[in-house]
């Protein structure tokens, strides 16, 4: 296993460890003061969701137990979460039993989309990519979730990303750093993009608990 592969590995490992079956993590992060964080109708993540993303076929990546989906699980056509623990998944088919129109998906490896070429006119994360391998992202050698996202999107179809901006301690691991945010400066975010047929539309940079710039959301094109 690569240095890249093994770095991988424990993120993973690591956000399956607090998807324990007492659910304590999952039920940390529904308090209705941290989903309004991403929701509330002034949060930069609400207002870039509202104006770029096409809710007819709509994809979460890192999807945990569907917090964030369920904000606008009336409003797809068709919606499908992706998570790499299984607690999580499971944890969101029972809370999208009743909509028939939602998919639930556990991801064994965390890098792979398993969908049709072409599918979703969206695709968007949140809280969760701030943490991933750069290597993992970028890597040109095994699936990455960038170029998957540009497989699975179709022609026209966005991706909103919120990923880490943190450009220190570059040789660290990620929990050794502010908020568990792995190094990734938005720039190489972009490059990627680029490289995988992706049109970045717009990019900021905003701090996450005073942390200065650690974040960046990006919203990107398939054409």
Known sequence: MTE????????????????????????????????????????RFRKAFERYLNLDDVLEIASG??????????????????????????????????????????????????????RF????????MVHFEPLTVASYIVASYIMEVASVLKPGGRALLHHSNYSDNPTASFKENPDWRNFMPKGFVEHVSARAGLTVIEQQTFPWNGNSETDALTVVEKG
């Open 121 to 128: 006119s969206s695709v968007f994360s949140y809280d969760s």
């Open 65 to 118: 137990a569907g917090r964030h989906s369920a904000q606008i699980v009336g409003r797809c056509r068709r919606l499908t979460l992706i998570d790499t623990s299984v607690d999580a998944t499971a944890l969101a088919r029972k809370r999208f039993s009743s909509a028939s129109h939602v998919t639930v998906t556990f991801s064994p490896d965390g890098k792979s989309l398993p969908f049709e070429k072409g």
């Open 4 to 43: 890249p592969d093994a770095a991988h590995e424990a993120i993973v490992d690591t956000w399956r460890s607090f998807g324990a079956s007492d659910y304590e993590y999952f039920e940390k992060y529904e308090n209705p003061e941290l989903v309004a964080w991403f929701w509330a109708p002034a949060s």
